[in-house]
């Protein structure tokens, strides 16, 4: 499930098209994993935070390729 959040979220920035935006999920993943650890008694696995930032990339490279196919068709 974290994964799947993750790429939506990847989506997102990507539909956002600033850097700023693409910068600023990760910033914000990040953040959320590190409240996380910081809040809770035993900290979850760093792998979820390799999961949750490798759906993120997954989500935006998914949508730039996307994007370009489909500009490439219009030419």
Do not use: K
Not at 4 to 20: F, S
Not at 27 to 40: C, D, E, G, P, T
Not at 52 to 64: C, D, E, P, S, V
């Amino acid at each position: 499930m974290i994964f799947a959040t993750a790429t939506i979220i990847g989506i997102a920035a990507g539909l956002q098209r600033t850097t700023i935006g693409a910068l600023l999920g990760v910033a914000l993943v990040s953040i959320a994993f590190m409240a996380a650890v910081a809040m809770s008694v035993t900290p979850p696995p760093l792998t979820t935070l390799f999961i949750t930032l490798g759906g993120y990339n997954l989500g935006f490279i998914g949508y730039l390729v996307t994007a370009d196919m489909m500009e490439q068709r219009r030419a």
